[in-house]
């Protein structure tokens, strides 16, 4: 069984074919750059990018492979949640494949791709406690299986990886910020500011970010001469010592957070073995030290995807199609894209497989 997935509902337009045996038969990934100027992602400019691009993307997933368009079984691509512009344009290239080749279209939700990710390199069994982290995200879930999935916690504001862009653009870092921020932070001094840690009593798995990036702007600002913030002015040290205090404790909340969850996981599903982390920010190695630790501590087994694909590719895609396919569950081809997704409601299946008609 091989699957061809496609990616691009966010700056990322992408592809692989993954086969049963978890092997990544062919891939190609193209990260925008257009959008730097801007310091984020502009809609409009990503989905442009993602029509000139597609088509050359799936010229290079199949070039350094023997297979042909022939050769694959199902169509699968990122079908939201994400910007809609850039979701339409993999959307439609898979449909049309799909009619072109008489196979099945699986509309993959990007958050299930993500979510199944690190079944790919590692033995994860269901149920596992997941923390979902990217630049869009930021959720604590327990995934029973394929499609089924109980969300213990959220954010109510900003998501974190959204915190470390936001954080990285008022020190004029460039964007993404995660990776800048992370870099600098192993040279700061964690200690150096008490940042706030909103929502950390709450007896829920829920998390804010938004008081920690103001926080951290009220440090900024008091480097700004004539209202105006220099970021040449900010010496290079205290920048360090800046991006350290966010990383840890943005860490800290979610590790907070995530041990409430695990006491929760382990009652209500005894059997569950792994603390599992992905998304963009589950590159960050700071996190994925601290998630380790919570989970020896907890006597759960930590995984993670390896860092290429945590943030955005067409594996995930391929590999959470080729789950679903193998489940029977395939798409209509009146699938309507969605810019709003969450994981824990109902997902679009084929009316054959026990699910509803999106
Ligand atoms: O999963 P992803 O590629 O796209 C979304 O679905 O959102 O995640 C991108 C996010 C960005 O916010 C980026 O800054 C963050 O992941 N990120 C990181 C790191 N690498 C990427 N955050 C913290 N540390 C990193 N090393
Ligand atoms: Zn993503």
Known sequence: MIVLGIESSCDETAAALVNEKKEILGEALLSQEEHKVFGGVV???AARSHLDHIDNILEQCFAKTNLSLADIDAIAASSGPGLIGGVVVGVMTAKALSIALNKPFIAVNHLE????????????TFPYLLLLVSGGHCQILVVKDVDKYERLGTTID???GEAFDKVAKMLGLGYPGGPAVE???ATGDENRFTLPRPLIGSQDCNLSFSGLKTAVRKIVETYASDGEIAHADIPK???ADICACFQYTATDCLCRKLKRA????KEKYPKGK???VSGGVASNTYLRTKLQKLADDNDLVFAAPPIRFCTDNGVMIAWAGLERFRKGYTS????????RWPLDSEAPKAAGAGGVKA
């Open 332 to 339: 209509e081809l009146d699938f309507k894209p969605r810019p």
């Open 43 to 45: 809609p409009e400019i």
């Open 274 to 276: 792994n603390l599992v």
């Open 158 to 160: 900003d998501a974190v």
């Open 113 to 124: 791709g993500h979510a199944l990710a690190a079944r790919i390199s590692n033995e994860v």
């Open 237 to 239: 040290h205290d920048l």
């Open 183 to 185: 870099k600098l932070a």
């Open 262 to 265: 695990i006491t929760y996981f």
